[in-house]
C-alpha cells in the first residue's frame, strides 16, 4: 500500500455482492442516525461484501477484503433514484486503509470478508476480528448487462456532515438472488442489522468485477 493515500483512490475488478433488506427492528435503527438525516421509508439496511484479490486491482489500497453496513436515507445520490447511505459498520482486512476512510469519518474496524463460489452459488462470509458474524449465500447467474452510477456515503467528520460520492461499473450476474442471509453472533453489535423473518430482499447484485473510486469527491451536507 502506498504510504500517502489522497483522495480518490481507484479499485477495479472486486468480487462483489451487494443487497438491501427489511430489518427486524426498524425503530431501533432509526435512532442511530444523526441529527438531520432521516431513514428511508420501510428503513432497510444495505450490505457490500466485497474481496479485492491483489494490489494491482487498486491504485495504492493495496489488496483487502470489506464488508459495510448501514441505513439507507430519505435523500438521493447524484442519480437521483439511488438513497444516500449512512455506513454503522465497517469490517476491513486492511489497517492501512482503515486509517484512509477512518479520517473521512467512517466507523471502520478490523475484520475480513470470503467470497466462494462452487457453481452457481457464492458464499460472503464477514469476520469482526476473528469471529464469523454475518453469511450470506445466494444462487447466481452468469454476467449480463453491465451498469454503472454514482453512490452517495454521508459521514461525519468533526461533527461536520459530509457527503462521500463514490462512482462505480459493474457487470452483474442473470439470474440472480439471495438464497439466506445469518447473523451469527447475538453479542456483536451488528447483530441489530440482522433482517425480520422471512427474509425480504428489496435490491441487490452479484458482480465479478465491480470497479469503483474511494470516494470521488467529498461536499459538506446542506
Known amino acids: 500500500m502506498s504510504s500517502t493515500l489522497v483522495a480518490p483512490q481507484m479499485v477495479i475488478n472486486s ?4 443487497f438491501g433488506w427489511i430489518p427486524e427492528n426498524p425503530d431501533a435503527l432509526r435512532a442511530v442516525l444523526p441529527p438531520g438525516l432521516r431513514p428511508i421509508d420501510n428503513a432497510q439496511v444495505f450490505m457490500n461484501q466485497y474481496v479485492v484479490d491483489t494490489a494491482e486491482q487498486t491504485s495504492g489500497l493495496g489488496a483487502y477484503s470489506l464488508t459495510y453496513l448501514g441505513l439507507d436515507l430519505d435523500r438521493m445520490a447524484p442519480d437521483g433514484a439511488t ?20 479520517a473521512r469519518g467512517v466507523p471502520a474496524t478490523a475484520g475480513r470478508t470470503t467470497i466462494e463460489l462452487t457453481g452457481s452459488s457464492v458464499v460472503a462470509t464477514t469476520y469482526s476480528g476473528d469471529t464469523a458474524v454475518i453469511r450470506s449465500t445466494a444462487a447466481i447467474g452468469t454476467p449480463a448487462a453491465t451498469v454503472s452510477g454514482q453512490l452517495s456515503y454521508i459521514t461525519d467528520i468533526g461533527g461536520r456532515l459530509v457527503d462521500g460520492i463514490y ?8 439470474p440472480w438472488q439471495v438464497v439466506s442471509l445469518e ?24 458482480s465479478p468485477n465491480a470497479s469503483f473510486c474511494y ?8
Open 15 to 18: 468480487r462483489m455482492l451487494y
Open 83 to 102: 438513497p444516500s447511505r449512512w455506513w454503522t459498520h465497517y469490517f476491513n482486512s486492511s489497517a492501512g486503509m482503515r486509517d484512509y476512510v477512518i
Open 167 to 174: 462512482p462505480w461499473i459493474a457487470t452483474l450476474v442473470d
Open 183 to 206: 447473523f451469527l453472533d447475538p453479542d456483536s453489535s451488528v447483530y441489530a442489522l440482522r433482517p425480520k423473518s422471512p427474509l425480504e430482499v428489496t435490491w441487490g447484485f452479484y
Open 215 to 222: 470516494p470521488g469527491g467529498e461536499f459538506p451536507v446542506s
